[in-house]
């Protein structure tokens, strides 16, 4: 099978043939090439689900829609996001979605929570919110073998750094957000979870963490600034105004910035009211926000959409094709380019940059 349009490598824009043979990238060859562009298949490292499908109740069906929802607009590797959940749902999750996983509709779980800041609790469920316990760690571990990639920890919590340390030892990747923590603390969590050249990942950089400040600069200096942490940007024009997604993307560069969702189950759907962990949530115009407080409460938003707020914040289409996929699939150890012997997980976009086709292990979806 061969396609041809312009591709989005890490090294440039080219006009080429791809060749696709055994769910791999058998060539790449120059020539002339149809008038489309032709990227790596998005990789979602946060998403909470979406087409009114959840992934935050741990029920294998909703998951199962909200991944196909997903795979529509381009992501065709994501994690599979909880909100913080009693350790009751988190260890049905865990087995639920390993089916799923064994299968490639998921790539692994991400617990966003429960070991957060009642202060920086955003829209996750404070009635939920926990000092993190190795016991609750320690039995997931066993259940989840290799299926739990991702928790977000805030590391001012007592007992958050032997936490870190224990996720780390076996090989789950460490987030810091929904954090508090001084400078000096986020400083901490990250030299624990970076040892030994891991990469550590800050949840939602400048959503739910004390804002940053000239003589306390917090969490997002210390975040942005180690050459260790690659940032999670929410590119929805919600989120993030487009200025500081561009400044954040050019102090970082972008092979340590991820583009993610942070989608909800209301992404693609009708504006009304939705749930999120047990908390109601309002959408309008885009924008989901709890019913109670107000605060942003996920998105709505989709990779393919992601990509283009990035580029109509000034970002090169390169930059944000890194960020929406060959960065995050370095985060969960893969490589997601458009190059030989990598899987062909790819996006076909138009002029416009919106979805035409898109091909996961080879085969066309």
């Given at each position: 099978?061969t396609?041809?349009?312009?591709?989005?490598?890490?090294?440039?824009?080219?006009?080429?043939?791809?060749?696709?043979?055994?769910g791999?990238?058998?060539?790449?060859?120059?020539?002339?090439?149809?008038?489309?562009?032709?990227?790596?298949?998005?990789?979602?490292?946060h998403?909470?689900?979406?087409?009114?499908?959840?992934?935050?109740?741990?029920?294998a069906s909703?998951?199962?829609?909200?991944?196909?929802?997903?795979l529509?607009?381009?992501?065709?590797?994501?994690?599979a996001?909880l909100?913080?959940?009693?350790?009751?749902?988190?260890?049905?999750?865990?087995?639920?979605?390993?089916p799923?996983?064994?299968?490639?509709?998921?790539?692994?779980?991400?617990?966003?929570?429960p070991?957060?800041?009642?202060a920086?609790?955003?829209?996750?469920?404070?009635s939920?919110?926990?000092?993190?316990?190795?016991?609750?760690?320690?039995?997931?571990l066993k259940l989840?073998a290799?299926?739990?990639r991702?928790?977000?920890?805030?590391?001012?919590r007592p007992?958050?750094?032997?936490?870190?340390a224990?996720?780390?030892?076996h090989?789950?990747?460490?987030?810091?957000?929904?954090?508090?923590g001084?400078?000096e603390?986020?400083?901490?969590?990250?030299?624990?979870?970076s040892?030994?050249?891991?990469t550590?990942?800050?949840?939602?950089l400048?959503n739910?963490m004390?804002?940053?400040?000239?003589?306390?600069?917090g969490?997002i200096?210390?975040?942005?600034?180690?050459?260790?942490?690659?940032?999670?940007?929410?590119?929805?024009?919600?989120?993030?105004h487009?200025?500081t997604?561009?400044?954040?993307?050019r102090t970082?560069?972008?092979?340590?910035?991820?583009?993610?969702?942070?989608?909800?189950?209301?992404?693609?759907?009708?504006?009304?009211?939705?749930?999120?962990?047990?908390?109601?949530?309002?959408?309008?115009?885009?924008?989901?926000?709890?019913?109670?407080?107000g605060?942003?409460?996920?998105?709505?938003?989709?990779?393919?959409?992601?990509?283009?707020?990035?580029?109509?914040?000034?970002?090169?289409?390169?930059?944000?094709?890194?960020?929406a996929?060959?960065?995050?699939?370095?985060?969960l150890?893969?490589?997601?380019?458009i190059?030989?012997g990598?899987?062909?997980d790819?996006?076909?976009?138009d002029?416009?940059?919106r979805?035409?086709?898109?091909?996961?292990?080879?085969?066309?979806?």
């Open positions: 099978m396609i041809t349009g312009r591709i989005v490598t890490p090294m440039g824009v080219v006009e080429a043939r791809v060749t696709v043979e055994g791999r990238i058998a060539a790449v060859r120059r020539g002339r090439a149809d008038d489309q562009w032709i990227l790596p298949g998005f990789v979602d490292i998403n909470h689900g979406g087409g009114g499908y959840t992934f935050t109740t741990g029920d909703q998951a199962r829609g909200a991944a196909g929802f997903h529509a607009h381009g992501t065709t590797t994501m994690l996001s909100v913080s959940s009693p350790f009751e749902v988190m260890r049905d999750a865990v087995l639920a979605f390993q799923l996983i064994a299968e490639g509709v998921i790539a692994g779980i991400h617990f966003e929570g070991y957060l800041s009642q920086r609790c955003g829209a996750q469920n404070p939920h919110l926990r000092d993190p316990d190795l016991g609750e760690l320690a039995e997931l989840a290799e299926s739990l991702m928790v977000t920890i805030a590391p001012e007992g958050a750094l032997e936490a870190i224990m996720l780390r030892e090989g789950v990747v460490v987030a810091l957000g929904h954090t508090d001084t400078f603390q986020v400083r901490a969590g990250i030299q624990v979870s040892a030994a050249g891991a550590t990942v800050a949840t939602h400048f739910g004390r804002p940053m400040l000239h003589r306390e600069p969490p200096v210390a975040l942005l600034g180690s050459p260790s942490v690659v940032c999670e940007l929410v590119a929805d024009g919600v989120h993030l487009d200025a997604l561009e400044f954040a993307a970082a560069g972008p092979e340590r910035v991820a583009l993610i969702t942070d989608a909800m189950a209301a992404a693609g759907m009708p504006d009304g009211e939705y749930d999120l962990g047990g908390l109601k949530v309002v959408v309008s115009e885009r924008a989901a926000r709890l019913k109670e407080s605060s942003i409460a996920g998105s709505t938003l989709t990779m393919d959409a992601a990509l283009r707020q990035a580029v109509g914040a000034g970002l090169p289409i390169v930059e944000a094709a890194l960020m996929a060959t960065t995050p699939a370095r985060v150890g893969l490589d997601k380019r190059a030989v990598c899987d062909a790819l996006v076909v976009l002029g416009g940059l979805v035409t086709q898109v091909m996961r292990a080879g085969q066309w979806h």
